[in-house]
């Protein structure tokens, strides 16, 4: 199947940098200037609500993002969106031309082909709650929902880490496999331009994957799991934990937060492991051990030719990849390990939002 690519669309930025005139699409059904599609990004966790209006190139013309202090519950997240839609669809943004469908990216689990939100692990609420029918009715527009991963995943295939790639104009053959590395770890597999969604909407869900039997507890509720080890929240907090044994570490950590141990990223802890701290060192390790096995499994299963790295871990970069590389080169077949590249994503934090609006735009 051919990847749904929009004319007049570059090959060489984010979307988020792209510019357009009115000229700029001159085939097709419609006309940039003739609609628009809006994006909307849902945490898990209410830390980032995002809205944005975008044209049918998907620049973006309008952001509003909003967090929230506790994790969302779905009557005060849906105000929200309502209130961040009103402000940035606003009539004066429209110019005359409507708005042709809505993406929607949720940090949660989401039954794709229904619609529906299944349930945020941080929230409540959400059980079952049909968010397609909901947006679709406010914004008068049809509806796609998916759960961020798989958004983001879409996203980096149209806008970010494929495009640069050699390949990128055959980027329509290519099995790609996105990682979010965040509060927790979700996946989004896309195999030939389309995202891969299994039977129930749970393909990808790899942060629940059981990597280490008896192993640390799950947000989910079960044990072991790769989220539990190697999440940014796991890391930062492993690392606090430890920091009260090893008085070292817990000087650099007050050195580079100001006095706000808090406030230590997953990047920051990478470069303090690559520095020689100990107690970092033993949480990189650690990550680093159950990340390869993870990925190693996943490679053997589905042959990806390429695994995209996002959220904040993957800002540790090459301190995080190049020894990921070498462990799917130990413990993967040659012939696998040799056909996948292993990148940190192109659209940073940004890759959410991006998704809800690739994913509003796709056959559009
Ligand atoms: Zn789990």
Redesign the pocket.
């Known amino acids: 199947m051919a990847t749904s690519r929009i004319p007049g669309r570059s090959e060489e930025s984010p979307v988020i940098q792209r510019q357009s005139g009115p000229l700029a699409r001159t085939t097709g059904k419609l006309l940039a200037t003739q609609g628009y599609v809006v994006g909307v990004e849902i945490s898990g966790s209410g830390t980032r609500q995002t809205v944005a209006l975008a044209n049918l190139e998907g620049k973006v013309l309008h952001t509003v993002r909003r967090p929230l202090n506790n994790a969302p519950d779905t009557r005060s997240v849906l105000q929200l969106i309502d209130a961040m839609i009103a402000e940035a669809a606003a009539p004066e943004h429209l110019q005359g031309g409507r708005i042709l469908r809505v993406g929607v990216a949720v940090g949660g689990l989401v039954d794709a082909r229904q619609g529906i939100v299944r349930r945020l692990h941080h929230a409540h609420e959400w059980n079952d709650f049909s968010l397609q029918d909901y947006m679709a009715e406010r914004l008068e527009a049809p509806c796609i929902i998916d759960n961020n991963a798989n958004a983001a995943a879409l996203a980096e295939v149209e806008y970010g880490a494929i495009s640069e790639l050699e390949n990128g104009n055959r980027r329509g053959e290519l099995v790609a496999l996105y990682i979010g590395l965040g509060r927790g770890i979700g996946g989004g597999l896309v195999v030939n331009g389309r995202i891969y969604h299994g039977i129930s909407s749970t393909a990808g869900e790899i ?2 994957m059981l990597v280490k039997e008896n192993g640390p507890k ?5 044990s072991g ?1 790769l ?2 080890i190697a999440s940014a929240q796991t890391i930062v907090q492993s690392v606090l934990g430890l920091s009260s044994q090893y008085p070292e570490t817990a000087e650099a950590i007050r050195q580079i937060t100001g006095g706000r141990a808090e406030r230590i990223t997953a990047g920051q802890i990478f470069r303090l492991a690559a520095d020689g701290d100990r107690a970092a060192r033993q949480v990189v390790d650690e990550v680093q051990t159950y990340l390869g096995i993870a990925l190693a499994n996943i490679i053997h299963l589905i042959n990806p030719g390429i695994i995209i790295l996002g959220g904040p871990v993957a800002q540790a970069g090459d301190l995080l990849i190049a020894p990921l590389q070498a462990r799917v080169t130990e413990l993967c077949l040659r012939e696998a390990s040799e056909a996948v590249r292993i990148v940190q994503g192109k659209l940073g934090a940004e890759a959410n939002i991006v998704g809800a609006i690739t994913l509003a735009l796709q056959d559009l």
């Open positions: 942060g629940h799950c947000s989910c509720g079960g799991h989220e539990a």
